[in-house]
Structure formats: structure tokens, C-alpha cells
């Protein structure tokens, strides 16, 4: 074994007085502040010079908004490197350094930080924040709705609040893997020392962080009046709320595109030596496809929400039948976006789980590649489905069948992909951690939410569920008891990597059966719901459907106490948990060969790769990583990584 | 597949649907453009007897392997089928009209395969969670990690199930969908924020428009859709009634659940449909497509009477 000199640990660089530039100066408070100050100018001047015209309040509240967006990423200093460049001043050695958190401990973490792991983490807190959100929402809906006419909510606060639930709840769930882990881990995992586009990368960030206000100003602009999906021609008559909505669509539409287009182009060009395209773990692919998926389908949202803005401010008409255009216009474009989208939540978190069952089964991922296949087939399936959402508004019948069967196609690669799990976890030696619950819990819910929406996409069943509370249950099986499941899983899995410390099981697995528990009883109260006709979406209900009703909200709020326990689990292990080994699970993937905490860098010996991410405890294989392997913290962890006899007992640390 | 001119009248465009292949949906004419509107009476669609044979004979054309393959899980299907009413519903409707029978026993049947299909996952999940766990620390479980031939029978499954799914739902759609020549009654039935009307405009032209009072306090109307205070649907039984659907402001969704059946009332847009009434019952309908503030108050109700009782109902409400 040679030695090889390491890299220099970069954090500890002192750099000089002046490295940075501006950054010194900026963090996410002078981003509130010149957001603010923006936002203020651009209302004045569109008052001023605008409101006379027939534009009105719409015009008002966008250039406001556009205002906000604008001068929160300027503050927090999301253009300063190409504002120097087009000045003919480029970033020098120690501004990137400095850029990248050099010598700023944990403030590093409120500025524009082009290190991937503080973006990851940034991301897992903005995650956490929306689910905050979005979670009290759905509760003030359950309270709503325990009686059939109840007078918590009145209807107008009522419907605003499923509006930014559904939104919120979504653009949380399309970041909550691609955010903290596509960021934070992936990178690691090709062996990369950062994302391809630090600067893009923190700038998505950022930019989704600016996007949050204007949705939550929303219900002081009135409310969005017009539900997640914002239909047209109720959007274009809802109240201004509906300008900050878009706003924030549009501005989330930038943040998602450009962090796909930094993790495609990270996992083709930033690989190590060794790391062929046959040998990335299965998240990577994941990742990949998920981030395919979303440059495909988020044109369409920015196409739908920028002519939403021109019907609503500026009186043009894609989708008032008065002026010539058509609710079926919104309905398509709006679909084409969101039925991938399904699957943009979707494939990365179950591609994560796959690591997480691969590493506690302590056995190679069975069939990887068809069921990389099967990723790469349900996105392109899903790319051709999205008029199963309009079965029942009478567009184009001769291409029901069509998208029935494309629908029901998508099944396959789904099963597939679900039979892969099982195959992996087959004669294997499961060792039941937390983040094995989780993968259980998935496996329970998703065959739940994927067998009824194979009943949705059937044309008869469609128009007797559209619109009605079944089909809330069934989004909510495969999101809520899919995706974000699966992320759960993942980020119990990566919980000591990210942060340092172990998670507390025993409160964990409290959270984890209070979580199950809920699932399944607000679900199946909505099913119950559903099949008696109880239309989405409503503030009132007929009393029949009183008991089925008041089990949804008995299980969402257990289901809202176990996410807290879970919470509260974290914040506790982040403060006094024990101190995480490198490897905890005895995981073969590269992120953990990395010390703990990750360094600037990552590596600080190149790692090159020499067989396939999951060869657990092959008699005489070299392991993933060869004999270059990166140092671990201790002369003791080292020994699993770089002998063959691996495992070795007593992995319960 | 691709219609190559744009049908210039309504006759053609049924002339169209009726040429477009038949292994997928022939579908009624449904959204039409308001402008086709007047061409709407007397026309003449093939019924839905007519259709079937037509998909029939496509897969009859296709390799016998195909009909091979499907041939076992469609008698399962096919003796379910035969036992029609006798299938339990799982919660849904039995349905109240010829079109809502259908759609049952296709749920019926869809529901018995999901779970079946379900359970055999379940059990493999629930064996491999308790069997395969953790007991030896130092024990390597053996390296596989591919299983050619289980992964082909594995993609196959799945497919030979989706096929039969299809085909079944084809044969049940058209059914739905079949529209007659003459149906015994036209309604033209409007939704608006936030109510209902209802006119009989081909026979006798009785025009119920009844509105819901949008200042009321929601909590000052009925609790239910089948109260007076709503509007109410008035249907001949064992009859076939079409509908004519529209909006005059945003969409909504005329959603009857005991009909399994809801299709959107969207501006610029007209929907049609037919039911076959069965017995007498009143039911409720409402509005299933968000449409605004009081969209959970636009209820309704239909009532199906005997057909003495709606020509006596359709007198005495004649302007
Ligand atoms: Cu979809
Ligand atoms: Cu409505």
C-alpha cells in the first residue's frame, strides 16, 4: 500500500482580512432586509405609475413580488460572483474559499455557502420549516372537519388553507430528498469533492428560500381561492393572493430546474476514478432521473403559471372561454407538469430506501439494473399519463383509452422496482434498525396507494372517485405514506452522517408506531369517505359522513404528534445524542468512508473505485473502495473498510 | 388514430368516432364545442351492443397468444361477472342507474384482483420482515443479486394483469358511455356559483331553476343535499335521460355518487351523457370540483319517480 500525501483540510485555512468581498457582509438577514426594501420600492413604483391603469392591485402585488425575490437573492448575495465577473473582477482563490464557509463556523449556515453540505442542510431545515407549515395547516383542516358544521374556520379561510397545504406540501415533498440528500450525500456517494456548480447549487437554495414569503403572504392577499391545482377560470378570478401564488411558482420553477441540471451534470463529469456509470448506487440513479424528470416537467409549470400572471395582470385570455381560450388548456399544461411530478417526489426517495434495505439486509440491491430500467421507464411512462387527470372533464374521449393505458403501464416498472425492495430484503440478515421501520412502513403503505391508483386510472372508477375524497386518500397513501416515508427512512439512514450524532432510537420507534398508526386511520377514514361520496375540498359536509370524518382527524392528529416525537427525537440527539462512528452500519458506499463531520473537500485522499457499491462480506473482494481508501476517523474504524473478513461483530454501537 | 381534417359537423365527427379504431374507447361525443350544440338532436350513435362486437372481433384478430394469456384470468373475471349483483361492493355504491351497475361490477371485480394480488405481496413482505431478520451477527447472508428468470415472470405478471384490466374496462366503458338515438328525456342542466338549474327543454320546455342563497350563512342552510332548500332533479324511472351539461361562471363538478358517476360543468364547454334510470329513490349530488367560496354548500338532490308521477311533476311545472 503506498502512502499518499493528503489533501490539505481546507477548513482550517486562515484566510486574509479581505477574502470574500462582500460575502463578509451578507447573510440571510441583509437578505430580509434588501428583499424588503426591494419588494417596498416595487410597490411604490407600481402604484404609482400603474394602479391608474386597468392593472390594478394584480400588477401591484407582482411587481412586489418580483421586488421581494429579486432583492432577497441580491442581500443574501446569490449574483454577487457573476455581478464581479461582468464588472471585470473575478472571484479569487480566497473568495471561493471564504465562499465555501472557510472559517466561519456555524454562521456558515445563514449565508450563501457554496459547500454542499451546508446547501444540504440548509435544505433540511427549509423541508422541515415547510412541513412545520404545511402540517398546522392540515391540522386546522382536521379541526374543521370534526364536526360536519363547524364554525372554527370560516369557509374562505377554510379554502385557502387546503390551497397552500396542497402547494406547500408538494413543492416540500418534490425537495425533501433532492434538497438535503441529492446535496448533502450524492456528491460523496460518485466521490465527487462538491456538486459540479457550487453557485448553482447554493442559488437554488436560496431561491426557493425567497419563494416562501410571497406563498405565505398569500393569506393576507386574501387567500389563493382556487385550490392546489388553481384551475382555470376560478385562478384568474381568485384575489391578488393568486399573483404572490404564481410568483412563487415561477420562482420555485428557477430553483428546481437548476439543481437538476447540477445533479445531472455532477454525476456525469464529477465521478471517481472507477466509478462507472454500472457502479453508482442506486440513489444516484434516482436522483438522476428524478432530476430528468423535473427539467422535463417544469417548463410547463413556468409556461402555465407565467400565461396565468398575463391572464390575470396584463388581460390576456390562454384560459377564459369568454376571450377565446379554454380551461382545458390549463388542465393540460397544468398535468404535463404534474403527473411527473408524482414521480419526481417519488423516485428519489424510494431510491434512497434502496440503500437503506440494501445496507440492513447486508446484501447486494437484487436486480440493479432493471430496476434502474424501471426508474428510467416510469419516468418516461409518466411523462405520457397526465390526461388521466382529465377523465371526467370531457376533453378529448377518444384518448381515454390511450391514457388508461399508459397509466396502468406505469404499474409495471412500479412493481418491478417494489419486487426489487423485496428481492433485496429476500435471504438477507435484516437488521432491524430504526430506518428499517420506516422501509417496512413504506412497503405497507405503497402497496395501499399503489393498488388504488390503478382503481384511478380506470376510466369508470375515475368518474365515480374524481373529485372525491378517495382520491385524496390515495395521493396521500403514496406521498405522504410513500415518499415522504421513504425519506423518512433515508433520513434516519443519514441522520449520524449529516449531523454527527446518533438518533435515539427508543423515542424514534415511539414516533415511528404513532406515525403508522396515523396513516393508516386518517387514510382509511378518507377511503371510507370516499366511497360514500364526499366531495374534496369542502368545508362543510353532509352528517352521514360524520364518522368516518372524525377518524381522519383522531389519526392526522396522531399522525401530527408522531412527526413532532420524531422532531423532537432529532433536536434532542443533535444536542446530547452520542457521537456517530464514520460508519455506523457498516454501509459499503462511499459517503461512508468519510470521516465524520464530512470535510471541505470530502476526500482527502482520491478514492477510486473497484467493484460494485454493495459486495457485503464477499470472501477475498477487495471491497468498493481499493486500498486508497480515504482515511476514517480511527485506526479501528478503518479496519471494516479495508480488510475482507468485514463484518465484524458488535456493529450495535 | 389521428384524425387528418378538423370534422366540420357534428354528423361528421360522429362519422369519425365511429371510424377511429375500436380497441380503444368509442367514446360518446362528449365536450363538444357550444356551437354544435343545436346539431345535438336526432343523432343517431351506434349502440353499445354494436361496439362490443367491434372490440371483440379486434382482439379476436390479434396472435392467440394474446388470447391465450388472457384467457385464464378472464374466466375468473368472467365468472365474478356472471354473479353480477352478487359481488360485494367494498364500500362503493351499488349503483343506481344501468351505467352505475356496470362501473360496480368492474369495481367489484378490480377490488377482488387488487387484493388478492395485494395479500400474495403482503404475505412475501411480512415473511421476508420476520424470517430474514438479524439473528447471527457474523453470518454473511449469500451475495445475490439477480434472478433472470424470476424478474422476466415478474414483468410478465403485471403485464397479463394490466391487459386484462384493459380489456375489461374497455368492454365496461363503452357500455357507460354509449349514448341511444332518442333518449326519453333532454335536461339541460347549467351549474353556477353556487347552485343549480335544471330545465327540460326538449319536450315540454319546463324550465326549475332554483338558486342557492350565496348570502345565507352556510350554517342557516340544511344539513343535507336530499332538503328542499336544494335543487332537485327530477327523473322518469327505467327511463334514459340524457344530460346536457354546463357552466356559466367557473367549473364544477356534477358528481352523482350513487350514479358512480361525475363529469366537470366547464365554461365554453358542453359535456352529454346518458343514464338508464332503474327504480324510484332520491339520491344526493353535489358539486365536486372546487369552485369557490361556497362550493361545499352547491348540493342537490335527484329524485327518480315513476314515469306517471314525472309526466304529472313536468305538467304541472310547465310555464
Ligand atoms: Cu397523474
Ligand atoms: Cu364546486
Redesign the pocket.
Known amino acids: 500500500m503506498t502512502t499518499i500525501e493528503e489533501a490539505p483540510r481546507l477548513e482550517e485555512t486562515t484566510l486574509g482580512p479581505k477574502a470574500g468581498g462582500l460575502y463578509r457582509r451578507q447573510n440571510i438577514f441583509t437578505g430580509l432586509g434588501f428583499g424588503i426594501f426591494l419588494g417596498f420600492v416595487g410597490w411604490l413604483t407600481a402604484h404609482a405609475f400603474l394602479q391608474s391603469s386597468n392593472w390594478g392591485t394584480d400588477m401591484v402585488v407582482t411587481v412586489t413580488m418580483v421586488g421581494w425575490v429579486v432583492g432577497f437573492n441580491v442581500g443574501v448575495g446569490t449574483f454577487n460572483a457573476p455581478i464581479r465577473w461582468l464588472l471585470g473582477h473575478d472571484q479569487s482563490y480566497e473568495d471561493e474559499l471564504y465562499a465555501a464557509g472557510v472559517g466561519q463556523g456555524s454562521k456558515r449556515y445563514y449565508k450563501f455557502c457554496t459547500d454542499h453540505k451546508v446547501v444540504g442542510t440548509q435544505y433540511l431545515v427549509l423541508v422541515m420549516v415547510m412541513f412545520a407549515i404545511g402540517g398546522t395547516l392540515a391540522m386546522m383542516m382536521r379541526t374543521q372537519l370534526i364536526t360536519s358544521h363547524s364554525s372554527f374556520l370560516s369557509p374562505d379561510s377554510y379554502n385557502a388553507i387546503v390551497s397552500i397545504h396542497g402547494m406547500l406540501m408538494i413543492i416540500a415533498t418534490i425537495i425533501m430528498v433532492s434538497g438535503p440528500f441529492a446535496n448533502f450525500i450524492m456528491p460523496i456517494m460518485v466521490g465527487a469533492k462538491d456538486m459540479a456548480f457550487p453557485r448553482l447549487n447554493a442559488m437554488s437554495f436560496w431561491v426557493i428560500a425567497s419563494a416562501l414569503p410571497p406563498m405565505l403572504a398569500t393569506f393576507v392577499l386574501g387567500g389563493v381561492d382556487a385550490g392546489w391545482t388553481t384551475y382555470a377560470p376560478l385562478s384568474i378570478q381568485a384575489p391578488a393572493a393568486m399573483d404572490a401564488f404564481s410568483m412563487t411558482m415561477i420562482t420555485f420553477v428557477v430553483s428546481v430546474t437548476v439543481s437538476g441540471v447540477n445533479t445531472i451534470v455532477t454525476v456525469l463529469t464529477m465521478r471517481a476514478k472507477g466509478m462507472t456509470l454500472g457502479r453508482l448506487p442506486i440513489f444516484v440513479w434516482g436522483s438522476v432521473v428524478g432530476s430528468a424528470l423535473s427539467i422535463y416537467a417544469m417548463p410547463a409549470l413556468l409556461l402555465g403559471f407565467t400565461s396565468m400572471v398575463s391572464d390575470r395582470v396584463t388581460g390576456t385570455s390562454f384560459f377564459v372561454a369568454a376571450g377565446g381560450g379554454t380551461g382545458w388548456l390549463w388542465e393540460n399544461i397544468f398535468?404535463i407538469f404534474?403527473?411527473p411530478e408524482?414521480y419526481i417526489i417519488l423516485i428519489p426517495p424510494v431510491a434512497a430506501m434502496m440503500e437503506v434495505a440494501s445496507t440492513f439486509a447486508r446484501k447486494p440491491l437484487f436486480g440493479y439494473k432493471i430496476t434502474i430500467a424501471g426508474f428510467v421507464a416510469v419516468g418516461m411512462l409518466s411523462i405520457m399519463?397526465?390526461a388521466?387527470?382529465m377523465f371526467t372533464t370531457g376533453w378529448a374521449p377518444d384518448l381515454a383509452g390511450p391514457f388508461m393505458l399508459t397509466?396502468e403501464l406505469i404499474s409495471i416498472p412500479t412493481g418491478i422496482i417494489f419486487l426489487c425492495l423485496i428481492g433485496t430484503l429476500w435471504k438477507g440478515r435484516i437488521w432491524t434498525r430504526l430506518p428499517m421501520y420506516f422501509v417496512y412502513l413504506f412497503l405497507w403503505n405503497f402497496i395501499i396507494g399503489g393498488v388504488t391508483g390503478i382503481y384511478l386510472s380506470d376510466v369508470p372508477a375515475d368518474q365515480y372517485f374524481h373529485g372525491d375524497m378517495f382520491v385524496t386518500a390515495h395521493f396521500h397513501y403514496t406521498l405522504l405514506g410513500g415518499a415522504m416515508i421513504a425519506a423518512t427512512a433515508a433520513l434516519c439512514y443519514w441522520f449520524p452522517k449529516v449531523t454527527g450524532k446518533m438518533l435515539n432510537e427508543r423515542v424514534g420507534k415511539v414516533s415511528f408506531w404513532m406515525i403508522a398508526i396515523g396513516i393508516q386511520a386518517t387514510y382509511f377514514g378518507q377511503f371510507w369517505e370516499g366511497f360514500q361520496g364526499m366531495p374534496r375540498r369542502v368545508a362543510y359536509y353532509d352528517p352521514i359522513f360524520l364518522h368516518a370524518n372524525q377518524l381522519t382527524s383522531v389519526g392526522a392528529y396522531l399522525l401530527m404528534a408522531g412527526w413532532l416525537v420524531l422532531l423532537y427525537a432529532m433536536i434532542h440527539s443533535v444536542r446530547n445524542g452520542s457521537i456517530a462512528p464514520a460508519n455506523p452500519w457498516h454501509s459499503k458506499t462511499l459517503e461512508w468512508m468519510v470521516p465524520t463531520p464530512v470535510p471541505l473537500v470530502n476526500f482527502l485522499v482520491d478514492p477510486v473505485v473497484t467493484s460494485d457499491p454493495y459486495g457485503y462480506g464477499e470472501e477475498g473482494s477487495e471491497g468498493y473502495v481499493s486500498s486508497h481508501s480515504p482515511p476514517a476517523r480511527s485506526e479501528d474504524e478503518l479496519v471494516p473498510l479495508l480488510s475482507s473478513d468485514y463484518p465484524i461483530s458488535g456493529g450495535d454501537r | 388514430m389521428m384524425r387528418t381534417k378538423a370534422p366540420s359537423s357534428f354528423s361528421q365527427r360522429v362519422d369519425q368516432l365511429r371510424r377511429s379504431p375500436a380497441f380503444f374507447f368509442k367514446s360518446r361525443p362528449i365536450g363538444l364545442e357550444v356551437s354544435h350544440l343545436a346539431n345535438l338532436k336526432g343523432v343517431t350513435t351506434p349502440d353499445h351492443d354494436h361496439h362490443l362486437g367491434r372490440i371483440r372481433s379486434v382482439f379476436n384478430a390479434r396472435r392467440g397468444v394474446t388470447r391465450r394469456v388472457l384467457v385464464l384470468p378472464l374466466l375468473v373475471l368472467t365468472a365474478f361477472a356472471l354473479g353480477g349483483c352478487q359481488l360485494p361492493t367494498f364500500g362503493g355504491f351499488r349503483g343506481a342507474t344501468t351505467q352505475a351497475k356496470t362501473e360496480s361490477t368492474l369495481w367489484s371485480q378490480m377490488v377482488i384482483l387488487g387484493v388478492g394480488v395485494s395479500a400474495i405481496v403482503f404475505v412475501l413482505i411480512v415473511w421476508a420482515v420476520f424470517r430474514y431478520r438479524r439473528r447471527d451477527e457474523n453470518h454473511i447472508p449469500r451475495q445475490f443479486s439477480e434472478n433472470t428468470l424470476l424478474e422476466i415472470v415478474y414483468t410478465l405478471i403485471p403485464c397479463v394483469l394490466v391487459g386484462v384490466i384493459f380489456y375489461a374496462t374497455v368492454i365496461a366503458e363503452n357500455q357507460i358511455d354509449a349514448v341511444v338515438g332518442k333518449p326519453a328525456e333532454i335536461i339541460n342542466v347549467t351549474a353556477y356559483r353556487w347552485g343549480w338549474s335544471f330545465s327540460y327543454a326538449s319536450s315540454t320546455g319546463v324550465s326549475q331553476n332554483v338558486l342557492v342563497q350565496t348570502a345565507a350563512e352556510p350554517k342557516a342552510l340544511a344539513q343535507s343535499a336530499l332538503s328542499s332548500e336544494y335543487p332537485q332533479l327530477v327523473l322518469p324511472a327505467h327511463q334514459t335521460v340524457r344530460i346536457v351539461l354546463q357552466s356559466t361562471d367557473v367549473i364544477h363538478g356534477f358528481y352523482i355518487p350513487a350514479f358512480n358517476f361525475s363529469r366537470y360543468a366547464q365554461p365554453g364547454v358542453v359535456n352529454t351523457f346518458d343514464f338508464t334510470t332503474l327504480g324510484t329513490g332520491i339520491y344526493r349530488g353535489q358539486c365536486a370540483q372546487y369552485c369557490g367560496l361556497y362550493h361545499a354548500e352547491m348540493l342537490f338532490s335527484v329524485q327518480v319517480v315513476p314515469q306517471g308521477t314525472f309526466a304529472d311533476w313536468l305538467k304541472s311545472h310547465q310555464a
Open positions: 398535468w404534474g403527473h408524482v399519463v397526465w388521466h387527470h397509466t
